[in-house]
Nanobody, 126 residues
């Protein structure tokens, strides 16, 4: 059974950095596009970033472009989200998701998600 497990969340001060990891088990990550979403209390789930299965195309939401970087290591069955210059408004539960291998844009990610991880809390506070 395919499963995604996120890790790397926690409490960080504004301006700090975190790196989230998403490990896939039960299937080969190399088959799939990977995306990251977040959901803050009282808000809708927001698509943040996506990377296709060959890692040669990526997309970002305007809210995180230039601060967040998505990457993947297919040999380790793991995807990452490097988050720099974190702001208080980045506080949310962060989810990784898998999609068809060609997915790399926010529009495609929102439409094509196949499954989710359980989420990890990120809190940005002084």
């Amino acid at each position: 059974q395919l499963r995604l497990v996120e890790s790397g969340g926690g409490l960080v001060q504004p301006g700090g950095s975190l790196r989230l990891s998403c490990v896939m088990s039960g299937a080969s990550l190399a088959q799939y596009g990977i995306g990251w979403f977040r959901q803050a209390p009282g808000k809708e789930r927001e698509a943040l970033s996506a990377i296709n299965n060959r890692a040669d195309d990526q997309g970002y939401a305007p809210s995180v472009a230039g601060r967040f970087t998505i990457s993947r290591d297919n040999a380790k069955n793991t995807a990452y989200l490097q988050m720099n210059n974190l702001k208080t408004e980045d506080t949310a539960v962060y989810y990784c998701a898998y999609a068809p291998g060609w997915v790399s844009s926010m529009l495609a990610l929102r439409q094509e998600v196949l499954g989710w991880g359980q989420g990890v809390q990120v809190t940005v506070s002084s």
